[in-house]
């Protein structure tokens, strides 16, 4: 079946650091990804759409020069989180639109900054 | 704009008994897909079941279904014979025409064995 794979699955970075969470599409090409964010107990809020080859739409509330996002290729999107500070610690969820299952889900990736 | 609306944040049900999840929704589409993901601890999103909109016929996957009630827009999710393994959050979820996606708040499921 379509996997998106997503790393890394924890990362604890100091305050004022960036880090990149990637998301790739292991056996199908996806146009269209989307980057979420979970706080603990709570649902999924999405936080982007990321189409290959143009820019990112961002929901509204979610700021776009610190959450960059870049989608290069049909197989990788990426969500660098830019000066993170300890109120970014979440979990970011991406997933990929299949049109014959609705969507795809990576593992998550838990972001602690300390 | 979508909402998803699920009332009960926590549900248990006794093993091998069944179990409904409520969800409800608001929309002005008339073209439209439903879901229900289950988020095991390891907080990986897993598909339980998905309703297209324009099917009467209410989705079923073994032990799960669906009671579909368009004009009420409800999308409620019956567990039958559960089992520990299903002890999860449950997410309702809707796609609209434009691919969007919105989740509800979740529902916790316990399974007492």
């Known amino acids: 079946g379509a996997v998106v794979s997503q790393h890394p699955s924890w990362v604890i970075c100091k305050s004022g650091t960036s880090v990149k969470i990637e998301c790739r599409s292991l056996d199908f090409q996806a146009t269209t990804m989307f980057w979420y964010r979970q706080f603990p107990k709570q649902s999924l809020m999405l936080m982007a759409t990321s189409n290959e080859g143009s820019k990112a739409t961002y929901e509204q509330g979610v700021e776009k020069d610190k959450f960059l996002i870049n989608h290069a290729s049909l197989t990788l999107s990426t969500l660098t989180v830019t000066s993170a500070h300890p109120e970014d610690s979440s979990f970011y969820i991406c997933?990929?639109?299949?049109?014959?299952?609705?969507?795809?889900f990576g593992s998550g990736t838990r972001l602690t900054v300390v | 704009a979508q909402t998803v609306t699920q009332s009960q944040p926590e549900m248990s049900v006794q093993e091998a008994e069944t179990v409904t999840l409520s969800c409800t929704y608001d929309t002005s589409e008339s073209d439209y897909y439903l879901f229900w993901y289950k988020q095991p601890p390891s907080r990986q999103m897993i598909l339980v079941i998905r309703q297209e909109a324009y099917k009467q016929q209410n989705a079923t996957e073994n032990r799960f279904s669906v009671n579909f009630q368009k004009a009420a827009k409800s999308f409620s999710l019956k567990i039958s014979d559960s089992q520990l393994g299903d002890a999860a959050m449950y997410f309702c979820a809707y796609r609209s025409g434009g691919n969007q996606f919105y989740f509800g708040t979740g529902t916790s499921l316990t399974v007492i064995p």
């Open positions: 997933s990929a639109l299949l049109r014959a299952y609705g969507y795809t």
